[in-house]
């Protein structure tokens, strides 16, 4: 488990093709602290480290996480945000989070808003229902809280340190392509649940 409070902002090192892929990340972690097989979250995608070295670390992706994510286009110096899991004990500075991705958003919109930036991103529709005014979201592995939403659509803002410490940062007014920009999503744990429950109640 992860809490969507990311902790090292890093970059894809190397990518290799051997049946699955092998992404191989720099990072700032003290490498020797974390364990072969230990859980790290890739701009929200829980992977496992399977080797390690002084700033980096490699990780295998199935054809099934290449299919749900943004990985699938990650290339050589993509940016990537960090987590480690969550141990017993720790502060839950965010919500919790499984590291597994639901889907894939696109940003549609980003307007200054004071010193932060209001993103307006729209969701898969089956993924979109599970989406609420004032409940947590996770996107590329950072836990946020949502605005509004629209339809398929959703807003959420970005603070300086948030924009400094992620990968949202670098994208600003009019340097995306809309549509083009995509991130990794994560919904609620709980909103999931209980969606789910209410649905088998309906169709039962």
């Given at each position: ?167 949202l940062g670098q994208w600003q007014p009019g340097n995306y392509n809309s549509g083009d920009c995509q991130v990794n999503l994560e919904i609620d744990l709980l909103a999931r649940y209980v969606g789910q429950l209410l649905e088998r109640q309906q169709n039962g």
């Amino acid at each position: 488990m992860f809490t969507g409070i990311i902790t090292d902002l890093g970059t894809v090192r190397g990518i290799e093709d051997n049946g699955d892929k092998r992404f191989i990340f720099n990072c700032s972690y003290d490498m020797e602290t974390v364990d072969i097989g230990a859980s790290i979250a890739c701009s929200g995608a829980c992977l496992t480290v399977v080797e390690k070295g002084t700033g980096w670390f490699s990780a295998d992706v199935s054809a099934e996480t290449l299919s749900k994510t943004t990985l699938v286009n990650w290339c050589i110096d993509t940016p990537v945000n960090f987590e480690r899991a969550l141990k017993l004990g720790d502060e839950l500075g965010g919500h919790l989070v499984s590291g597994h991705v639901d889907g894939v958003a696109s940003v549609i919109s980003i307007v200054p808003e004071g010193d932060s930036r209001r993103f307006t991103f729209e969701a898969p529709a089956e993924l979109a229902k599970y989406i609420a005014p004032k409940g947590s979201i996770v996107l590329d592995g950072a836990s946020l809280t949502v605005n509004e939403v629209d339809g398929n659509l959703f807003g959420v803002n970005i603070i300086p340190h948030t924009a400094e410490m992620t990968t949202l940062g670098q994208w600003q007014p009019g340097n995306y392509n809309s549509g083009d920009c995509q991130v990794n999503l994560e919904i609620d744990l709980l909103a999931r649940y209980v969606g789910q429950l209410l649905e088998r109640q309906q169709n039962g």
